[in-house]
């Protein structure tokens, strides 16, 4: 054998290296999928406001809840405004262990409303803020709750069950 040239099994042994790396790699890589389960919960009380004119402009507001036992949104209290099936939301979120005083997220996005299989459903992307304790008028500067949580609301219009996704 010539210097320099590697014996086959040498060549496996580096191919085997390659793949293992490559694997390691990519298992390094974030995932796309959300890391956070949904919460389930129930619309409890909504009223909505329809203009009928050339296109139609809802008003609509949202009271959900959220039972459970773990480190999660609790309640919301969502409004939004709706021209031709999408616009603007805002509200609150409260989050929190069962028992404990939940921290209170200022919620503020935007939904759309579309037909599944023929059920109307709601869908808001928010963005949560949350609020300092005991001063409403500023955002926290605490650095753990500082930045805003995006979470995706669905709400099933006919049955009241209602879906939130934490996402990143």
């Not at 390659?18 to 790699?25: G, H, K, N, T």
């Not at 930045?147 to 996402?167: M, N």
Request: hydrophobic share 40%; charged share 20%; proline share 4%.
């Amino acid at each position: 054998m010539r210097q320099g040239a590697r014996s086959p099994n040498h060549r496996r042994a580096a191919r085997g290296v390659l793949v293992l790396l490559a694997f390691v790699a990519a298992g390094c890589v974030r995932s796309t999928e959300t890391e956070y389960p949904a919460v389930s919960g129930q619309r409890v009380q909504g009223a909505s406001v329809v203009a009928r004119g050339a296109v139609p402009y809802r008003v609509g507001a949202y009271e959900l809840v959220f039972p459970g036992e773990t480190d999660q949104a609790r309640r919301a209290a969502l409004l939004v405004d709706l021209a031709g099936g999408q616009g603007h939301a805002r509200g609150f979120v409260e989050w929190g262990r069962s028992g404990e005083v939940p921290l209170t997220y200022v919620a503020g996005g935007w939904a759309r409303q579309r037909d599944v299989k023929g059920e109307s459903v709601t869908v808001f992307e928010l963005s949560l803020s949350a609020l300092k304790a005991g001063d409403t008028q500023r955002v926290t500067s605490d650095s753990e709750h500082s930045t805003p949580i995006a979470v995706r609301v669905v709400v099933h219009e006919a049955s009241g069950d209602v879906t939130l996704t934490r996402r990143h």
